[in-house]
Structure formats: structure tokens, C-alpha cells
């Protein structure tokens, strides 16, 4: 069935290195793939996302990758800040109305 | 401005005792999500509304409903919550099903006592 696997689930960085969070689907037919902080207690929030037709798209400090064959993408957080500590969700969108999450990292970066 | 409202914020109910939870949308958005989100855990869709189209997800227990009187609210009931309902219910809206952004609200924290 439809499925998203993401890797690391906990990643600590030092401040001002980067930090790379990936993950694999199993749905050819996904066609969107966004990319939500979350911090505590707070709602996910959209901060990059990715169509199928693009292989890279950067945002400042933020980037994502995108490979179709593999069925792998990956975030890119380039001079982490301690504000960057949080819950990280890839996801998949296959068509349709239903979003697949991955079960998150939870990145700590270190002042 | 809030573009996707869900009241209340922290709700407390008893063992099974049904409570309902409610949001709102500024943004004319087709599509309606409920989420359930627990401790540590990815957002679990429990359904969602295309417009008036109810989808219910396969697995959503029937103590779950939904209802949406309009095109800006949508209403979350919980018929009998259980302790295991104790968690985060994050409403969602989209503007139609391609691929497209969703918009959280800020959810509402169930407890059951």
C-alpha cells in the first residue's frame, strides 16, 4: 500500500551546520511532496514543497531534492539555527485528497 | 488573519460522553480534512469533505462522524471518546484535490478523563 519512510526519526546538529532529512515512497503515482515543521504544541506548518516535474527547488536556507526514479527526496537545511529545532514531516500526495506522512524527524540543533 | 479557526483549543470530556469539535475557514477552500494527531506521531487522516462529498478513511473507527453545514465550517464528533481518543485533532483545508497546499488549523487538544 501507499507509504512514506523517512530517516532519520532524531537528528542533532551543531549550530550553523547542515542537516539532511530523507525519505523513500512507495506510490509512482505521487505527484506532490511537501515538507511540514511542526513545533510543539503548534500546528504543521508548509515550508518547501516539491512537484514531480521539478528535481530541485530552494528556499533560502531550505532546499529539496527530488528523485522519481529512486522514488527519493530529501530536505536540506543548510546553517541550522536553534529556531530550526522541531518536528519535521516529509509527505506524499499520490493523486487525490489523501496525504501520506513519514513519521517525522525530530531535529535538535545545538547552540 | 487566521485563515483556518478550530475552536475549542483544549477540550476535556468525560469517558464516553460525546463531545464535538468545530472549524472554520476563511479561505473558500473545496476541501475539508480531520486529522488525528497523537503524541510524537504523523497526522492520521480520519476523513475529509469535497465540498459537500463526505470520504470517510477506511480505518477510521464509527465513533468518529463529520458533518459539514457549510462551505466554512466543518464539525468533528465523537460519539463515545475513549481514552485512546486522548490526542491532537488538526483540521485542514485545500483548495480542490490536485496537488496543493493544505492548511492547518491549530488544532484542538482532547483529553478524556
Known amino acids: 500500500g501507499e507509504n512514506v519512510e523517512q530517516h532519520p526519526s532524531t537528528l542533532s546538529v551543531q549550530e550553523g551546520d547542515s542537516a539532511v532529512i530523507k525519505c523513500t515512497y512507495s506510490?509512482?503515482?505521487?505527484?506532490?511532496f511537501p515538507w511540514y515543521k511542526q513545533e510543539l504544541g503548534k500546528r504543521p506548518q508548509l515550508i518547501i514543497d516539491i512537484r514531480s516535474n521539478v528535481g530541485e527547488k530552494k528556499d533560502q536556507r531550505i532546499a529539496v531534492t527530488l528523485n522519481k526514479t529512486a522514488k527519493h527526496f530529501s530536505l536540506h537545511i543548510t546553517e541550522t539555527q536553534p529556531e530550526d529545532s522541531a518536528v519535521y514531516f516529509c509527505?506524499?500526495?499520490?493523486?487525490?485528497?489523501?496525504?501520506?506522512f513519514g513519521a517525522g524527524t525530530r531535529l535538535f540543533v545545538k547552540a | 488573519d487566521a485563515m483556518v479557526i478550530q475552536n475549542p483549543r483544549y477540550q476535556v470530556t468525560q469517558f464516553g460522553k460525546p463531545v464535538t469539535l468545530s472549524c472554520s475557514q476563511t479561505l473558500n477552500h473545496n476541501v475539508m480534512y480531520w486529522y488525528q494527531q497523537k503524541s510524537s506521531q504523523a497526522p492520521k487522516l480520519l476523513f475529509h469533505y469535497y465540498d459537500k462529498d463526505f470520504n470517510n478513511e477506511a480505518d477510521t473507527p464509527d465513533n468518529f462522524q463529520s458533518r459539514r453545514p457549510n462551505t466554512s465550517f466543518c464539525f468533528l464528533d465523537i460519539r463515545s471518546p475513549g481514552l485512546g481518543d486522548a490526542a491532537m485533532y488538526l483540521c485542514a483545508t485545500s483548495r480542490d484535490g490536485t496537488a496543493g497546499e493544505q492548511y492547518f488549523g491549530p488544532g484542538t487538544r482532547l483529553t478524556v478523563t
Open positions: 509527505a506524499a500526495r499520490p493523486g487525490g485528497f489523501k496525504t501520506i
Open positions: 506510490d509512482s503515482a505521487s505527484n506532490y
